[in-house]
Protein backbone atom coordinates (compact mmCIF):
# COMPACT_ATOMS: atom_id res chain seq x y z
CA UNK A 1 0.00 0.00 0.00
CA UNK A 2 1.20 3.56 -1.09
CA UNK A 3 1.58 6.16 1.89
CA UNK A 4 2.78 9.73 1.38
CA UNK A 5 3.24 11.85 4.43
CA UNK A 6 3.69 15.67 3.91
CA UNK A 7 5.59 17.91 6.99
CA UNK A 8 6.61 21.14 6.61
CA UNK A 9 3.54 23.77 6.52
CA UNK A 10 3.36 26.37 8.37
CA UNK A 11 1.98 30.28 8.65
CA UNK A 12 4.92 32.55 7.21
CA UNK A 13 4.62 36.36 5.89
CA UNK A 14 4.67 37.95 2.50
CA UNK A 15 8.12 37.34 1.28
CA UNK A 16 9.12 34.37 3.80
CA UNK A 17 10.13 30.65 2.96
CA UNK A 18 8.94 27.10 4.12
CA UNK A 19 10.27 24.06 3.14
CA UNK A 20 7.78 20.61 2.42
CA UNK A 21 8.83 17.45 2.66
CA UNK A 22 6.95 13.95 1.64
CA UNK A 23 7.89 10.64 2.72
CA UNK A 24 6.53 8.00 0.74
CA UNK A 25 6.56 3.95 1.43
CA UNK A 26 5.26 1.28 -0.59
CA UNK A 27 5.81 2.44 -4.18
CA UNK A 28 7.44 -0.71 -5.83
CA UNK A 29 7.45 0.55 -9.98
CA UNK A 30 10.80 2.06 -10.61
CA UNK A 31 9.11 4.60 -12.95
CA UNK A 32 6.79 7.32 -11.65
CA UNK A 33 5.20 10.74 -11.99
CA UNK A 34 5.66 12.62 -8.16
CA UNK A 35 5.07 16.41 -7.45
CA UNK A 36 3.29 18.49 -4.98
CA UNK A 37 -0.20 20.01 -5.63
CA UNK A 38 -2.07 22.32 -3.68
CA UNK A 39 -6.09 23.65 -2.75
CA UNK A 40 -6.95 26.68 -2.10
CA UNK A 41 -10.67 27.45 -0.40
CA UNK A 42 -13.08 27.44 -3.28
CA UNK A 43 -11.02 26.53 -5.65
CA UNK A 44 -9.87 23.14 -7.80
CA UNK A 45 -6.43 21.17 -6.84
CA UNK A 46 -3.69 22.42 -8.91
CA UNK A 47 -0.41 21.26 -10.04
CA UNK A 48 2.50 23.15 -8.41
CA UNK A 49 5.37 21.35 -9.94
CA UNK A 50 6.67 17.28 -10.76
CA UNK A 51 9.65 15.71 -11.38
CA UNK A 52 9.58 12.09 -12.60
CA UNK A 53 11.49 9.01 -12.14
CA UNK A 54 14.41 10.85 -14.25
CA UNK A 55 14.30 14.34 -12.41
CA UNK A 56 12.31 15.98 -15.17
CA UNK A 57 10.83 18.80 -13.85
CA UNK A 58 8.15 20.52 -14.32
CA UNK A 59 6.69 23.87 -12.96
CA UNK A 60 3.32 26.00 -12.67
CA UNK A 61 3.93 29.29 -14.19
CA UNK A 62 2.46 31.05 -10.93
CA UNK A 63 5.69 29.48 -9.10
CA UNK A 64 8.17 28.96 -11.23
CA UNK A 65 11.66 31.07 -10.25
CA UNK A 66 10.34 30.76 -6.51
CA UNK A 67 9.47 27.15 -5.64
CA UNK A 68 12.50 24.41 -6.17
CA UNK A 69 11.23 20.57 -5.88
CA UNK A 70 13.99 18.05 -5.28
CA UNK A 71 14.20 14.39 -4.49
CA UNK A 72 16.26 12.11 -2.38
CA UNK A 73 15.60 8.40 -3.60
CA UNK A 74 17.29 6.94 -1.36
CA UNK A 75 15.13 8.29 1.63
CA UNK A 76 11.87 7.60 -0.84
CA UNK A 77 11.83 11.30 -0.49
CA UNK A 78 10.32 14.67 -1.99
CA UNK A 79 10.65 18.10 -1.34
CA UNK A 80 9.44 21.82 -1.79
CA UNK A 81 11.77 24.65 -1.20
CA UNK A 82 9.25 27.63 -1.64
CA UNK A 83 10.76 30.92 -1.27
CA UNK A 84 9.30 34.72 -1.82
CA UNK A 85 6.12 33.31 -0.61
CA UNK A 86 2.82 35.16 -1.49
CA UNK A 87 -0.59 35.37 -0.02
CA UNK A 88 -1.85 33.80 -2.84
CA UNK A 89 0.40 30.70 -2.05
CA UNK A 90 -2.52 29.83 0.76
CA UNK A 91 -3.52 26.85 0.29
CA UNK A 92 -3.32 23.22 1.44
CA UNK A 93 -0.26 21.59 -0.02
CA UNK A 94 -0.13 18.07 -1.70
CA UNK A 95 2.12 15.27 -2.64
CA UNK A 96 1.20 12.67 -4.67
CA UNK A 97 2.49 9.44 -7.07
CA UNK A 98 1.93 7.74 -9.18
CA UNK A 99 3.16 5.24 -12.23
CA UNK A 100 4.19 7.44 -15.15
CA UNK A 101 2.69 6.63 -18.42
CA UNK A 102 5.37 8.52 -20.67
CA UNK A 103 8.61 9.42 -20.63
CA UNK A 104 9.43 13.00 -19.74
CA UNK A 105 7.47 16.08 -18.87
CA UNK A 106 5.11 14.69 -16.22
CA UNK A 107 1.77 16.10 -16.01
CA UNK A 108 1.11 18.70 -13.79
CA UNK A 109 -2.73 17.34 -14.01
CA UNK A 110 -4.11 15.92 -10.86
CA UNK A 111 -6.12 13.78 -11.70
CA UNK A 112 -3.29 11.72 -13.33
CA UNK A 113 -2.42 11.05 -10.24
CA UNK A 114 -3.88 8.07 -7.76
CA UNK A 115 -1.83 7.67 -4.41
CA UNK A 116 -1.85 11.16 -2.39
CA UNK A 117 -0.97 12.67 0.99
CA UNK A 118 -2.91 13.80 3.84
CA UNK A 119 -1.75 17.50 3.19
CA UNK A 120 0.01 20.15 5.25
CA UNK A 121 -1.37 23.66 5.28
CA UNK A 122 0.55 26.67 4.45
CA UNK A 123 -0.64 30.05 5.07
CA UNK A 124 0.87 33.58 3.75
CA UNK A 125 -0.04 36.26 5.49
CA UNK A 126 0.48 40.15 3.75
Known amino acids: QVQLVESGGGSVQAGGSLRLSCAASGYTYSNYWMGWFRQAPGKEREGVVVIDSSGYIRYAASVKGRFTISQDKAKNSLYLQMNSLKPEDTAMYYC????????????????????WGQGTQVTVSS
Open 96 to 115: AKDRSIWLGDPPLDAARYNY
